[in-house]
């Protein structure tokens, strides 16, 4: 995982120029040096090239609009965020979780790229959580801590995953009649962990990879602390794994209303091809976009 950030700088004809970037590198501390890279073919490679100076900017996990907004080749972006001049004159995106606002140190060829190294002349950071960025997608650290949290809670621990194999919903006979319960550990016995359930999966020849983080919440009647992920699933062998279709999964045969209301809002999420991550409790929490 990386974090995200924006580059900005003033063209000599004092426009605001800025692209977005998944990593930049402190070099020094004394004196204090970062740098950053650009490829030789990108437009605004000139103007970087140039300028007296440029500013990163940490994007806060509320920011993923932003990001986007930089990565395209819109020439009008600074119209549509909003940004002031730093200490040392380079453009700030306001609501950043951090930024450096530097003058040029040093600009070096780099075979496709040229790589900017820049004085930090100011600083500033604030307690919002960064955005992430990993496996094409975007991530918000503040939604992963409340899953360390919940697997550090004095609470017992559900760990589970919502998987998709061959587009339908993998389901495990558990011990009620007839009843069926997504993958997961820790309802009996100690409490769950990423571990157990690999270990769960593995030995029913589930060979799954776990994503993204899908929902994060307390169930208040039992006191558990839940954590489920989403992922795709290889099935090794016939037995105990149950494949149920989207639109026509056994409602009735699942273990609690938590579980039910998880996957009605998967399955509407599914449709629209846009997952988000669910934090609170069984009954009301908060939903973010992560990708």
């Known amino acids: 995982m990386t974090g995200v950030t924006i580059v900005t700088t003033s063209g000599a004809d004092g426009q ?23 490829g030789k073919g990108a437009a605004s490679r000139e103007v970087f090239e140039s300028a007296r100076g440029f500013a990163v900017n940490i994007l806060s996990e509320h920011q993923k609009d932003t990001s986007v907004l930089f990565a395209s080749k819109r020439p009008d972006k ?17 609501s950043a979780a951090a930024w450096f606002d530097c003058a040029r140190h ?10 900017l190294i820049g004085h930090i002349e100011a600083f500033s950071y604030t307690d ?11 991530i918000t650290l503040g939604l992963e801590q409340a899953a ?67 929902a994060v919440f307390e169930n208040p009647g039992s006191g558990e602390q839940c954590i489920y992920y989403r992922g795709e699933a290889l099935l090794h062998a016939r037995g105990r794994p149950v494949l149920a279709s989207f639109d026509d999964i056994p409602w009735d045969r699942l273990p609690d209303e938590a579980t039910r209301s998880m996957l009605r809002r998967y399955a509407a999420e599914r449709k629209l091809g846009r997952f988000k991550v669910y934090s609170g409790d069984h009954r009301q929490g908060t939903v973010k976009a992560v990708e």
């Open 148 to 214: 360390v949290n919940a697997a550090s809670s004095a609470s017992r621990t559900i760990v589970g995953a919502i998987l998709e194999s061959d587009n339908r919903l993998v389901l495990l006979p558990d011990h009620r009649p007839n009843g069926l319960s997504l993958p997961e550990v820790g309802r009996s016995g100690s409490s769950g962990s990423a571990s157990r359930l690999h270990a769960l999966l593995a030995q029913d020849g589930i060979d799954a990879t776990l994503g993204f983080l899908f």
């Open 78 to 94: 600074f119209q549509h965020t909003t940004w002031r001049p730093g200490p040392f004159g380079n453009p700030l995106i306001d």
């Open 16 to 38: 605001p120029r800025g692209f977005t970037a998944n990593s930049f590198t402190s070099l020094s501390i004394e004196p204090p040096l970062l740098l950053i890279c650009i």
């Open 128 to 138: 919002a959580n960064p955005l992430g960025y990993a496996r094409g997608g975007y």
């Open 106 to 115: 040093q600009v070096i060829d780099a075979g496709d790229h040229i790589i």
